[in-house]
Structure formats: structure tokens, C-alpha cells
């Protein structure tokens, strides 16, 4: 029987649009008051937020659930204030003051979102087995699920959830005002699975030239997943992603219904009398590194009668695809089109990314949202 896994899906709408390079000329949002209510319990958090959101980028930081803003179709809860209130000053931290700082002062209010909606829950999708952490709605409005379980100690969690949601919607806010070279879309022709993509195995991808799962479903997811991942992702996550990009990877059991049961790693168990093909995970392999800077694979603390240490091999790779190759290719691709679609730097935007990623300071933001005046 399948096990029914939740994995993350970015739904993304068909149309985008953006404010192109108007002149931003008072707020779009005309119902919203001039000044937040200062005898409400949230006066201050309004105010913070109108200050640095709303004056600044024209930008409507959502945080009370509205039903008329989501899909009745899901069973959703509110996002937590405190929750709500640490993702609004992580995302100015890690989004937006990058850009105002990497790029220019006018690059987010010019394209960027104009709402951002939190949502405490996640959008379960039990007829695929995947959950909605996030939408982005003709290149106007993002929201972002699952708010309620926000960990600002667990930046790989921070990342999964919201950052890498962030940037990968707005890729895709960016792609569709000047689009990107049409040579990305032939890189991995036959290899995406737009019905099964959540199915497939993280390091079969990898070695396919896929950074991710869902890049694998279509092309432009695969570009916006590049770029997110390029971003937040830190140096130790790119090198495993190159490490499966190089592997070959082999089904452990053809007649399984649970794809899931990949392998990269085997070898053959002769005191059985028998070839039996074993397939060991990471965790009982130990990696050694010869003089000559070859990898040799042992079974760590296992020997055979003799008292050997039991090689394991890497998987052929067969799938006829030069993995590292690919990836690299798509990255050069994705920074080439930022500096000559946007004048913008995607190394140095990944290098302050990183750096901030370091170094949060999750009680000095809140100060800002307490000192507010």
C-alpha cells in the first residue's frame, strides 16, 4: 500500500502581470484606513506594518485570515499573532531589505507583490497526497500557508515553508514580465513529470538536473526552483544536491509500489552462498578518500570472514544525463538573465541572503515592531 505522503506544492496561476516601471502614486488600497486604530490590541503590529509595507512598497501584509481572499474549497485557520508578527519582520529582514540593499530602492516597489496573506494552516490536496504552502495570484498577491508552525530557531524549516516560497513566486512575478532565454526549457526535454513529480525520488532528480521534486514537474517551475533554491540554500545543501547529481541510482524492487525505493548505493552478499544484492543507505556507508583523491565505500564497522572491510559500489548511472552538468548550466543561465534582464547581481543577492541567514537576531527585529511610535 502507498503511503500517504504530504509534499509540498507551489501553485502557481497561469497569468502574471506586474506593475511594470510606473511611478508608484498614492496607495491602491483606498479601504484601508490612514492610520491603524490606535485603541486595538494590534495597533502597534498595524502601524509597523503600514510604515514598512504599505507607505514603503504600496504593499498590503495581510495577517487576518478573510475568507473572501482564499479558496473556499480548504479548511483553513488564522495565522497566530506572534507568528504572524515574526514572519513579517523575518520576511523585510531576508526579502525585502536584500533587495533594497543588492539591488535599488525601487526594484521591490516596482515589481514586487502588492498583498501578502498569511494563513496559519496548511491547503491539504488528499487527492494527490500534497499540500499548498504557496500561491502567488496574477503577479499581485502571495500568500503563504501554513504559518502556524513557524520555527524562527530552524532557518531549513523557515526556508521550506515561506523563503523559498517567497523568492520562488517571485521569480516567477519577474519571469513574466521579461522572460527568460527559451535554451532552459530544451535542458531537460523528456525528463519532466508534471502528474507524478511528488512520486519520484529526490536523488533521481538530482541526477536528471533537477535542484528539486516539483522543478521536475514543468519548465518555468524549474526555472522559479533554480532561482529560489540558488538563494537560500546554503553551500553544504548545494554540495549533497551535486553529490546525487553525480550518482547513479537504481529501483530497488521493480514489482514495488512505493517509488520511494531507490537506492545508490549496493553490494553483493557472497556468505550467503547467494549474490544478493544488499542496498545500504547513507547512513551505513563511510566514505574513504585515497591519496590519489579517489572515493572508495565501505559498510562502516562491517567486515567480511576475513576480516575486510565490504565495499559497496555507486549505482551505474544510466539515465544518459550528465546531472552536475545540467544544474550548473541552468544556474549560469538563471544569473546571466538577472544581470542583463534586470541589472541585477543573483550571486551577490544569494551571498546577503546567506550572510542574514547567519546571523538572526529574532528579538532586535521585534524591538522594531515594540518601539514603533
Not at 507607505?55 to 481572499?69: H, P, R, T
Not at 539591488?103 to 488528499?126: C, M, Q, T, W
Amino acid at each position: 500500500m502507498r503511503l500517504f505522503k504530504y509534499i509540498t506544492l507551489f501553485a502557481v496561476a497561469i497569468a502574471f502581470s506586474s506593475c511594470s516601471d510606473d511611478e508608484i502614486k498614492g496607495t491602491i488600497f483606498p479601504d484601508i484606513p490612514t492610520e491603524p486604530d490606535p485603541t486595538s490590541y494590534t495597533y502597534k503590529f498595524d502601524k509597523w506594518l503600514k510604515v514598512n509595507y504599505l507607505d514603503v512598497y504600496n504593499l498590503d501584509f495581510k495577517y487576518k485570515l478573510q475568507d473572501i481572499s482564499t479558496n473556499m474549497n480548504y479548511n483553513l485557520v488564522p495565522a497566530d499573532l506572534n507568528k504572524a508578527q515574526d514572519l513579517a519582520v523575518l520576511t523585510k529582514y531576508l526579502w525585502f531589505d536584500v533587495y533594497k540593499k543588492v539591488v535599488d530602492d525601487e526594484f521591490l516597489k516596482k515589481y514586487g507583490p502588492r498583498i501578502i496573506h498569511l494563513i496559519g494552516s496548511p491547503a491539504y490536496n488528499p487527492q494527490s497526497g500534497t499540500e499548498t504552502i504557496g500561491l502567488a495570484e496574477g503577479g499581485v498577491k502571495v500568500s503563504l500557508f501554513k504559518v502556524n508552525a513557524l520555527d524562527n530557531t530552524d532557518i531549513l524549516m523557515m526556508n521550506e515553508y515561506y523563503f523559498k516560497t517567497m523568492h520562488h513566486e517571485f521569480a516567477h512575478i519577474l519571469h513574466q514580465t521579461k522572460s527568460y532565454p527559451k535554451e532552459f526549457n530544451t535542458l531537460s526535454t523528456g525528463h519532466y513529470d508534471s502528474s507524478n513529480w511528488q512520486d519520484r525520488n529526490i536523488g533521481v532528480v538530482n541526477s536528471l538536473g533537477f535542484p528539486t521534486k516539483y522543478a521536475s514537474s514543468e519548465t518555468r517551475e524549474d526555472f522559479a526552483e533554480i532561482i529560489a533554491n540558488y538563494i537560500v540554500l546554503t553551500q553544504s545543501d548545494w554540495d549533497l544536491i551535486f553529490e546525487y547529481a553525480a550518482r547513479g541510482w537504481q529501483v530497488k524492487d521493480a514489482e514495488s509500489d512505493t517509488p520511494e525505493y531507490f537506492c545508490w548505493y549496493y553490494y553483493k552478499n557472497n556468505e550467503a552462498s547467494e549474490e544478493n544484492i544488499q542496498y545500504p543507505t547513507d547512513k551505513e556507508v563511510e566514505t574513504i578518500i585515497g591519496e590519489d583523491g579517489k572515493k572508495t565505500y565501505v559498510l562502516k564497522g562491517k567486515t567480511d570472514t576475513n576480516g575486510n572491510a565490504i565495499k559497496v559500489f555507486a549505482a551505474e548511472d544510466k539515465d544518459g544525463v550528465d546531472g552536475v552538468a545540467v544544474l550548473n548550466q541552468k544556474i549560469t543561465i538563471a544569473k546571466n538573465w538577472f544581470k542583463e534582464a534586470w541589472g541585477a547581481n543573483l550571486e551577490e543577492l544569494r551571498n546577503e541572503v546567506q550572510t542574514r541567514q547567519t546571523n538572526i537576531n529574532i528579538e532586535a527585529l521585534r524591538e522594531e515592531i515594540n518601539n514603533i511610535q
